[in-house]
C-alpha cells in the first residue's frame, strides 16, 4: 500500500518561500511509469495542479505557476519537494501531493493521495 505525506510549515509571509516536502512509502519514486504531483485547493474553489515530477525526474509545471515553482525530489528519502516563491495571500490552499501514471490527471486518475496540509499565507 502506497502512503503519501506532506509536510511543512502551515504559516507562510507574503513574498516568502513556501516549501513543502512529500513522504512516499510503500513504493519507489523511481518506479516506471509514475508521476508524482503537487495539486492544491484555495478555499471554496476546485483542485488546481501545480506540476508534477517522473519516476525519470523530469519535470512538469502549470502555465500559470512556471516562474515561481520549482519540484524537485531525494531519491535516497524517497521523497519530493514542491517550492513556490514569492507566494500572496492568493496562494493560501490546502496541498496535496498524488501518485499517477500521466504528468496530469483528473482527480479520479490519481491513485493515491496524501491527506493534505493547509498552508495559510499572511503576514
Known amino acids: 500500500q502506497v502512503q503519501l505525506q506532506e509536510s511543512g510549515p502551515g504559516l507562510v509571509k507574503p513574498s516568502q518561500t513556501l516549501s513543502l516536502t512529500c513522504t512516499v512509502s510503500g513504493g519507489s519514486i523511481t518506479t516506471n511509469f509514475y508521476y508524482w504531483s503537487w495539486i492544491r485547493q484555495p478555499p471554496g474553489k476546485g483542485l488546481e495542479w501545480m506540476g508534477a515530477?517522473?519516476?525519470?525526474?523530469?519535470?512538469y509545471y502549470s502555465p500559470s505557476l512556471k516562474s515561481r515553482i520549482s519540484i524537485s525530489r531525494d531519491t535516497s528519502k524517497n521523497q519530493f519537494t514542491l517550492q513556490l516563491r514569492f507566494v500572496t495571500p492568493e496562494d493560501t490552499a490546502v496541498y496535496y501531493c498524488a501518485r499517477g501514471q500521466t504528468p496530469i490527471a483528473t482527480p479520479d486518475e490519481y491513485d493515491y493521495w496524501g491527506r493534505g496540509t493547509q498552508v495559510t499565507v499572511s503576514s
Open positions: 515530477i517522473a519516476y525519470s525526474g523530469s519535470t
